[in-house]
């Protein structure tokens, strides 16, 4: 720097630089376009203006609507409505073996409370028909000339009831009437196939025959069959237990296909529900609720409280609760009585009370302890397959 100059003097290595630069020609158009687009920012996109509605709709076609058939299931959260949660309260066990009579261990596969208040039962494996009193004292039985599967009751008066009991290697419904402590047979309807379950519908009856659902009057007449949905498939796979909705919707327990299943006189679907494993008995109150029993034995949940939309609203018994392996269920309105029948001697009763908010029941804390019991066993097993696999 030299002394009253306000610039300094520039290096050697500076000097030398500038005129390197000097030497070298102006960049090509197509280095300065490079150069512009690696220094400038992406230019933004005029706004378009559309004259027509139609211009402002989505695109016909896209990813999704391209691959949306696709999807095979569409998972739903569903949210329990408005019900009463339900409890039960073990209330007793009564004998239903008439010994003079059984030869084998009782398998009760339909049941039915009559509007008196007695109990009718089908005893599946020693081919009978049961009456016991409201207090579950034996009253009367018939021999029946099959294996029943079950019984529904029809119509009933001051005097007695009408009933009707499926046979199925028979292909045979058979008519009753029960009056006191008279069991008197009345005539048969055939079917062309196996019949199963049974339920009053309207002035006639509902029956599961092989895999369809027949609707008949009560000579037997057929009126309508439902075998097969929209989709080409069957329906059913064996309609074990029917039940009516206030609707006049009809569930049915198919234990081939292993779930429920809700539709409409139609035919058409309302639900399917396969949280209960082999299920078997129904019914419906009068509040709307269904309950469906499982047949899976030593499951820890054998009766489900359920919405007439397939809502699950609680499991209300165990195996270790009922003790045997249940294959129907029945309720008496009048003092809220369950009755759980199944592969056993004996039929155990529970009382369903509405649930109080707070209150602690013994149930909950038995089935509680029996899934803590069972996810420990769970782990204790995959432990234990884990460690073998590793070796």
Known sequence: ????????????????????????????????EIHRKK?????????????????????????KSEHIDQ??????????????????????????KVHYADHRECRIRGAEFLPNGSLLLCDTANQSLKLFSSTFQYLAHFILPGNPHELCLHSSNREGSDVYVTIPSDKTIMEFYVEDRVITPGRKLRTDAWCYGIAAYKQGLVVGVGTKLVFMDTDGNYLKALQFGRDGMSLFGTPFHIAVTHAHNLVISDSMKNYVTCITPDGQEIFRYKDIGIPHGLLVDKDENLYVCGNEKGAIDILHQVTVRGEKVKSLLSWRHVGFTPDTITFREKDKLLAVCGENDRIKTFRLDTRRSGKIYSNDVIMDAERAQTERSTKEVQEMMRRILDR
Request: glycine residues 4%; aromatic residues 8%.
């Open 39 to 63: 220094t400038e920012a992406a230019p933004i996109p005029a706004a378009t203006f559309f004259s027509r509605m139609e211009q402002f709709q989505a695109p016909e076609m896209n990813y």
């Open 1 to 32: 720097m030299t002394m009253g100059s306000g610039q300094s003097t520039p290096s050697k290595t500076t000097r030398r630089r500038r005129r390197k630069r000097q030497q070298k020609g102006p960049l090509p158009p197509e280095s300065k």
């Open 71 to 96: 999807v095979t299931e569409v998972p739903v959260i569903r949210t329990v409505s408005s019900v009463n949660f339900k409890q039960a309260t073990y209330t007793g066990i009564y004998n239903v």
